[in-house]
């Protein structure tokens, strides 16, 4: 198991930009395939983007395409989510996820193939 930790939420305005850092503190995630998931107060968690560990294949939630970005730094063990013309219905807790895989290609969409979580950062987007 990994321990995954986010950081760089926080409160931006309608339009405003913040990027999200995913770093593991134990086992490598260059073999693992990371995702990024958020949780609206009263909503279910919902995918966002993902990513393959090789960095070739990356998916987005039709919500957030043209305006989100996912990459990784294998070297620094760190994912990153670019959020950009960020609107008022992105506000969630957002969550990195971690999944071993031996496919340089694979990228899970569905929140119960990642094994592992971080706790969560906050975003908030006023209007």
């Known amino acids: 198991q990994v321990q995954l930790v986010e950081s760089g939420g926080g409160l931006v305005q309608a339009g405003g930009s913040l990027r999200l850092s995913c770093a593991a503190s134990?086992?490598?995630?260059?073999?693992?395939?990371m995702g990024w998931f958020r949780q609206a107060p009263g909503k279910e968690r919902e995918f966002v983007a993902g990513?393959?560990?090789?960095?070739?294949?990356?998916y987005y939630a039709d919500s957030v395409k043209g305006r989100f970005t996912i990459s990784r730094d294998n070297a620094k063990n760190t994912v990153y989510l670019q959020m950009n013309s960020l609107k008022p219905e992105d506000t969630a807790d957002y969550y990195c996820?971690?999944?071993?895989?031996?496919?340089?290609?694979?990228?899970?969409?569905?929140?119960?193939?990642?094994?592992?979580w971080g706790q969560g950062t906050q975003v908030i987007v006023s209007s």
């Open positions: 990513i393959s560990w090789s960095g070739g294949n990356t």
């Open positions: 134990e086992r490598t995630l260059s073999t693992s395939a």
């Open positions: 996820a971690a999944v071993a895989t031996v496919n340089r290609w694979y990228v899970p969409t569905r929140d119960h193939a990642y094994a592992d």
